[in-house]
């Protein structure tokens, strides 16, 4: 039995690269979605939000002159083409997706209607949340916080490189250890980046914990939904 009926995954774009320079490694992405497999198997409800960093990145258009606002849409669409490559894999791999987008882009993707989300989610289906929260100035990881809180999710598990949040950069420090659990005020006044502040702060004041785990390690995921010791969970 899975330890949460329904949770959120946060995906970034980066982590779609593989060994890439950028865009979409076809075999990293038919991993992550058997990863996913995995756990609907178990009968876990999934929604997945992911970043667009593989394609564009917002903030470094941003630092280069370009208009931030201007920036952050085109990220967005970054995102759309990301959740249509996941959603299109997952279809490969015999699973039923659907993608939603926060901005209207009706001939590509369903536009994002919280009580259509919540059915498909009961029917089982892995929702895919495009656009960010369709507002410049958000990041993704805050469209996963409010998507989380919106669909209920009893987790937002953040999927990054590391296999949790460490005392120190575990790449430059050797004694770094691995939180296994971790408060909000505690991460906060460590100064630990776990997600951006506002998402943070997002999931704090709707008390809906964060797990960081690394995506890259085979079974993770499902060891995480498990409710086993698997990367760092921050809680209130």
Do not use: W
């Amino acid at each position: 039995m899975p330890a949460y009926k329904r949770i959120l995954l946060k995906l970034s774009g980066e982590a779609l690269m593989g060994d890439d320079a950028y865009g979409i490694n076809r075999s990293t992405i038919v991993r992550m979605v058997r990863e996913v497999q995995e756990v609907t198997q178990l009968g876990c409800e999934v929604a997945v939000v992911i970043g667009g960093g593989n394609i564009f990145r917002g903030v470094a258009g941003g630092s280069v002159g370009m208009d931030r606002a201007t920036a952050d849409y085109m990220g967005m669409l970054a995102t759309v083409m990301n959740s249509l490559a996941l959603a299109d894999t997952m279809r490969q791999e015999g699973m039923t997706a659907r993608v939603m987008s926060a901005i209207a882009i009706e001939q590509v993707v369903e536009p994002y209607v919280r009580p259509k989300a919540l059915q498909y989610l009961e029917e089982g289906k892995v929702v895919v949340f495009a656009a960010g929260t369709g507002n410049p100035f958000f990041t993704t990881d805050t469209a996963a916080a409010l998507r989380g809180a919106e669909i209920g999710a009893q987790i937002v598990l953040k999927a990054t490189k590391v296999d949790g949040v460490y005392t120190a950069d575990p790449k430059k420090d050797p004694a770094a250890t691995r939180y296994t659990q971790i408060s909000f005020d505690e991460a906060i006044s460590k100064n630990l980046q776990v997600m951006d502040a506002t998402a943070f702060a997002l999931c704090r004041d709707q008390k809906l914990p964060i797990k960081v785990f690394s995506i890259f390690k085979p079974g993770a995921l499902k060891r995480v939904v498990q409710g086993e010791d698997e990367g760092t969970l921050v809680h209130v």
